[in-house]
């Protein structure tokens, strides 16, 4: 089946740091989305990628969808504690509704 | 609305004990999905429905039963827990608009002894 390396696994930054995460597969991808999930908690969307090569923001977040449809990238500029969490990508191949999940990127924000 | 609910919030079992894991959603959405979270793993499908009366399987489904009589339920049934079925288990929903941006309950932290 298709599967999905995100990389980095964990990050350990600095308030106010920039940070950059990517996933990448070995088969195409339709969709790309981004997701965060806080201790606890269900994920919740962030960005979500329609288009090769396109490039979508939401606030401090920026996402591209990879123009080889194989891997996308999401960087959090100025970050800050709240940021702390577990970050997923996720694709859609050629079936509905059905996502691929990476293993996540554990990030913690150090005041 | 509120969303994607799941009940219970957290549970035990006995290795052999069957129970049923809830969710619901109040968003009209026709799309329902369940994943578990293993450490390391990301998100895994169990289950999915792409409507009332109609369920597929996912990624992993063995040791799972799924139904879907109504659009706002979608049950997961373990009929014999198993100690590898120790998981957190996700219920998510999406609707027509967004269709590829799938929303997730709170989760089910389930332990099998």
């Known amino acids: 089946g298709q599967q999905l390396n995100q990389s980095p696994q964990s990050m350990f930054i600095q308030e106010g740091e920039d940070v950059s995460m990517n996933c990448t597969s070995s088969s195409i991808f339709n969709t790309w989305l981004w997701y965060k999930q806080d201790p606890g908690e269900g994920p919740v969307l962030l960005i979500a990628l329609y288009k090769a090569g396109e490039l979508t923001s939401n606030g401090r977040l920026t996402a591209q969808f990879g123009i080889t449809r194989k891997d996308s990238f999401l960087n959090i500029s100025a970050s800050i504690p709240s940021d702390v969490g577990i970050y997923f990508c996720?694709?859609?191949?050629?079936?509905?509704?059905?996502?691929?999940f990476g293993q996540g990127t554990i990030l913690t924000v150090h005041p | 609305n509120a969303g994607v609910t799941q009940t219970p919030k957290f549970q035990v079992l006995k290795t052999g004990q069957s129970m049923t894991l809830q969710c619901a959603q109040d968003m009209n959405h026709e799309y329902m999905s369940w994943y578990r979270q293993d450490p390391g793993m990301g998100l895994r499908l169990i289950h999915y429905?792409?409507?009332?009366?109609?369920?597929d399987q996912g990624e992993v489904p063995n040791g799972y039963n799924v139904s879907r009589s109504t659009t706002e339920d979608f049950p997961l049934r373990l009929l014999s827990a198993a100690p590898s079925q120790t998981s957190v288990y996700f219920c998510a929903s999406k609707g027509g608009s967004l269709p590829y941006e799938q929303y997730f309950g709170p989760g089910t932290r389930l332990t099998v002894t």
């Open positions: 996720a694709g859609r191949g050629t079936s509905y509704g059905k996502l691929t």
């Open positions: 429905s792409v409507g009332a009366g109609i369920t």
